[in-house]
């Protein structure tokens, strides 16, 4: 069965840092390009980076270019997001999520097939 | 505003159909790239429902199906049941924002 278990969301200042993990199991763990998708209170879901099974290839949407760092551990299924110069509206709940695709290559049309259940991250002073 | 446009809500009665558009442009859906869907119950992760616009992972049943034409696509559900009361959101990708891209969710009542 897969798992995707979210950790490393709470309360972060305004300019400040957190870093987010998610540890994976039930699947070969460098076979699938992972995502992080966020969804702010009471809104809809928005894709924030995507990071390729090999970890070689990583993207990001415009508003976290440049403050924003994903990465990957696959001899530990670990995939990491490290989040800086946090603004107040970062604030939402960070899901990890597989690409549908077990090749490891990700493009921007493929689906999510598992998430977890996700973290709160909440920037505020 | 979302570039892929979905009701905010909608209605049906148990037994009855449903369905969700999700209307997008040339530069996604209609471009020709996938569109899936997803079902989030509140404070729960959004699950997959279809995937390469019409297709059901296992488990899903086929009350559920979706559609594409144009620049939109649109999810079906049949046999409305109580417990399909959720938020459903279409996902697909544009070629100019070169970005993945989701709907703005639109919320099921089943009355």
């Known amino acids: 069965e897969v798992q995707l278990l979210e950790s490393g969301g709470g309360l972060g200042q305004p300019g400040g840092s957190l870093r987010l993990s998610c540890a994976a199991s039930?699947?070969?763990?460098?076979?699938?390009?992972m995502s992080w998708v966020r969804q702010a209170p009471g809104k809809g879901l928005e894709w924030v980076s995507a990071?390729?099974?090999?970890?070689?290839?990583?993207y990001y949407r415009d508003s976290v270019k440049g403050r924003f760092t994903v990465s990957r551990d696959n001899g530990e299924s670990e995939l990491f997001l490290e989040m800086s110069g946090l603004r107040a509206d970062d604030t939402a709940v960070y899901f990890c999520?597989?690409?549908?695709?077990?090749?490891?290559?990700?493009?921007?049309?493929?689906?999510?097939?598992?998430w977890g259940q996700g973290t709160l991250v909440t920037v505020s002073s | 505003q979302s570039v892929l446009t979905q009701p905010p809500s909608v209605t049906g009665a148990p037994g009855q159909r449903v369905t969700i558009s999700c209307t997008g442009s040339?530069?996604?859906?209609?471009?020709?790239?996938?569109v899936h869907w997803y079902r989030q119950l509140p404070g729960a992760a959004p699950k997959l429902l279809i995937y390469?616009?019409?297709n059901r992972p296992s488990g899903v049943p086929d009350r559920f199906s979706g559609s594409t034409s144009d620049t939109s696509a649109s999810l079906a559900i049949t046999g409305l049941q109580a417990d399909d009361e959720a938020t459903y959101y279409c996902?697909?990708?544009?070629?100019?924002?070169?970005?993945?891209?989701f709907g703005g969710g639109t919320k099921l009542t089943v009355l």
């Open positions: 996902q697909s990708y544009d070629g100019v924002l070169t970005e993945a891209l």
């Open positions: 039930g699947f070969s763990f460098r076979n699938h390009a």
């Open positions: 390469g616009n019409h």
């Open positions: 040339r530069s996604n859906i209609g471009a020709g790239y996938d």
């Open positions: 990071i390729s099974g090999s970890g070689g290839s990583t």
């Open positions: 999520a597989r690409g549908g695709d077990s090749r490891g290559w990700y493009s921007g049309w493929d689906f999510l097939d598992d």
